[in-house]
């Protein structure tokens, strides 16, 4: 299986959403049609551009889409840059899936349980994987709860599918915030972890989180606060990863790799870790 995932597979680009002006999601599928290959919702996959370079990236689609994958991809360095100069038609390169993904089947974890999900930006990405199989598998969860925020109105992925279909989804509740005041929003304005904190979600859910370190770390200390346990807590580390295969040592932390390891921990998981993560 291991050596499977080191061979790349060309994906030909069907489709591309831009999201916000710095944020475009990329629908590909192989030479035959196909989709790439099967996932789990949180691993990853590595993206490439031949004569380029290749980058780890969340694939946002849900396992339950048999007909395609999807990776929402934030314009920030080289590999981006080019990434969001293609056009529909072209190739690139995709190996993987790696990581060990949500326990969206774990009965101890998630299966059963009301979800809290908490995104900050381009943090929603890899949650997006998660909700829409949470969504297409609705009877073996309870009620989800998920506050997103950005800078921005124009900064919100995911926007249209958010208001068109995740909202519309029986007992699943949205909270949207942006930071700062904004003509047009008469939404919620204000920081993620205090908006959190002032729902006081119930105690019972298990959260599920990813967003920039400052968001997560203030998160996790409200939760603390309402009496969550870090045991309830869970978040995806795929920035740290490089090579995806635990030999490049980029993303060791302690005993860990996160490649091999993670991406996606627990709170108490990281706990044990060196505070460097």
Not at 105 to 131: C, H, M, Q
Request: charged share 25%; glycine share 10%; net charge negative.
């Amino acid at each position: 299986m291991l050596n499977e995932t080191l061979i790349p597979k060309v994906g030909v680009i069907t489709d591309i959403r831009i999201d916000t002006p710095d944020v475009k999601t990329f629908r590909v599928v192989g030479t035959d049609g196909k989709k790439l290959f099967e996932h789990i919702p949180g691993q990853c996959a590595m993206v490439s551009v031949p004569g380029v370079g290749e980058g780890m990236f969340s694939i946002t689609s849900s396992p339950t889409n048999t007909e395609f994958m999807e990776f929402s991809i934030k314009r920030c360095g080289c590999l981006t840059t080019v990434l969001h100069a293609l056009e529909e038609g072209q190739q690139i390169t995709v190996r993987g899936p790696y990581g060990n993904g949500f326990p969206v089947e774990d009965p101890e974890k998630l299966k059963g349980k009301d979800l809290l999900f908490v995104a900050g930006g381009i943090g929603l990405a890899p949650l997006r994987s998660v909700i829409n199989y949470v969504r297409d598998k609705r009877e073996n969860y309870g009620k989800v709860q998920i506050v997103y925020g950005s800078r921005s109105k124009d900064d919100l992925v995911d926007y249209k599918e958010i208001l068109d279909e995740w909202m519309a989804t029986p007992d699943f509740d949205v909270y949207l915030t942006i930071d700062r005041e904004q003509e047009g929003w008469d939404g919620h304005v204000g920081f993620v972890p205090n908006y959190v904190k002032e729902l006081t979600p119930d105690l019972g859910k298990t959260v599920l989180m990813c967003g920039p370190p400052v968001m997560i770390k203030f998160t996790l200390a409200g939760l603390k606060e309402l009496g969550f346990k870090e045991t309830q807590v869970f978040t995806t580390m795929e920035l740290r990863m490089k090579c995806a295969i635990g030999k490049c040592g980029r993303c060791n932390i302690g005993n860990k790799y996160v490649c091999k390891d993670g991406p996606v921990f627990s709170f108490d998981q990281l706990s044990e870790l060196p505070s460097e993560y």
